[in-house]
């Protein structure tokens, strides 16, 4: 029998609407390794925001950044960090216009200004403080994916400005940015190439904007109940919401455990 693999995004999907770990679905995931299904990690965080999480899941593969850091089994395979010479352009629009950022890479985050309230807002949405300021970031160390904090009134100049860059939203006061193409589901692609795995016997559980090329791209792909619908109308089955036990009900949907 062919070798499935699941893949999870996490805010909003493993972790609920107050950034915990359900029991239902800690036991889940247990119960879908111990079946030899392999599991993994599909997310916009940094690796470094999400490794208790990976250590409690007992997890060592992941797709990060939205597919730009891709590790397997512990091991580094594939690093695709954003144009320098377009984050100096990037960082010297919104430095004209008052927009702060934050850069990162797989270690850490720095931001372009010493204080923001969208920063402090966004963030704290993550858990995470306002990063400590370093304008001049990019230019010491690969950054695989920026936040731009504006307002969706204010992120159309940016996206008809920097055709190197892709942006998602995540939060009303920030947007992701990554190189032009990149996304979690060509993250997994490249994964499944080096472990061999069809792409017809991958499953990916998801909610936001940036899981649509995911779960369109994915042999079986799962929207949670909380997902907004432009995610729904492409997904394979949609899970109840994830304070209500999604990921263990869709994967009994998906006869992956019992």
Known sequence: MDKKIVFFDIDGTLLDHDKKLPDSTRLAIKEL????????????????????????????????????FVVFEGEVIYRNPLCQTGLE?????????????????????????????????????LRFPHPEMNEVFYTDSDIFQSLLFCTEEEEKS?????????????HPY?????????????????????????LEDVYAFGD??????????????????????????????????????GILHGLKEMKLIK
């Not at 999480?53 to 992941?62: G, V």
């Not at 960082?91 to 204080?115: C, D, H, Q, W």
């Not at 792909?221 to 907004?228: T, V």
């Open 33 to 68: 390794q111990e079946t030899g299904v392999f599991v993994a990690i599909a997310t916009g965080r940094a690796p470094f925001m999400f490794e208790p999480l990976r250590k409690q899941l007992d997890i060592d593969t992941f797709v990060s950044f939205n597919g730009q």
């Open 174 to 198: 920030s947007i992701d940015v990554l190189p032009h193409g990149g996304s979690k589901a060509e993250g997994i692609k490249i994964l499944m190439e080096r472990v061999g795995f069809k």
């Open 158 to 170: 940016y996206t008809d400005s920097f055709p190197e860059f892709h942006f998602i939203r995540w």
């Open 89 to 125: 352009r990037l960082t010297a629009k919104a430095k004209s216009l008052g927009i702060p950022l934050v850069y990162m890479n797989e270690s850490t985050m720095k931001a372009s200004v010493r204080s923001s309230e969208r920063i402090e807002e966004a963030m704290a949405s």
């Open 208 to 245: 936001g904007l940036n899981d649509i090329e995911m779960i369109k791209t994915v042999g079986y792909g799962i929207a949670m109940g909380n997902a907004g619908d432009a995610l729904k109308e492409h997904a394979y089955y949609v899970t109840r919401d994830v304070a209500e036990d």
